[in-house]
């Protein structure tokens, strides 16, 4: 049997996450960002195993950090025989990552608020016919 050390995420980290979590950020992408801001790198199985999410959890919040490119993918083969491992690490500041929620919601609520100024432009160029 091997031993292994896993950092395991505490209780100022978990207030972390429900800040990002109120920013936006989904459980498991909030959850994966601090967890990975506090390592170098990992792979999926130790992000799995540290943070608690199941491997359909990590690998869809990797996918969105991805499509973000706030992370860096290597590959690193592993002894024997089998695939290569992924090994995952931070790239993008976590400032960056908050601001882009910060700006989707913002751009989310500006959409409605536009449809009112309008309405109200609109209504002020309208006269009112008087009713009979």
């Known amino acids: 049997m091997k031993d292994y050390e896993v950092k395991v995420l505490d209780e100022k980290d978990h207030l972390f996450i429900e800040t990002l979590k109120n920013r936006g950020i989904s459980r498991n ?11 170098d ?3 999926s199985h ?4 540290s943070t608690g999410l199941r491997q359909p959890e ?3 919040a990797i996918r969105l950090m ?12 592993k002894p024997g025989k089998g695939r ?4 995952y690490s931070l790239i993008t500041p976590i400032d960056e990552i908050k601001s882009y929620y910060e700006n989707k919601i913002y751009n989310k609520c500006r959409g409605p608020t536009s449809v009112i100024t309008n309405l109200k432009v609109m209504s002020k160029k309208v006269p009112l016919t008087p009713s009979k």
């Open 46 to 49: 130790e992000i799995e195993i």
């Open 41 to 43: 790198e990992k792979s």
């Open 84 to 87: 290569p491992m992924n090994i």
């Open 66 to 77: 991805r499509n973000n490119s706030w992370i860096r993918v290597r590959s690193e083969k």
């Open 58 to 60: 990590v690998s869809l």
């Open 29 to 39: 992408v909030a959850t994966i960002v601090t967890y990975l801001m506090n390592v």
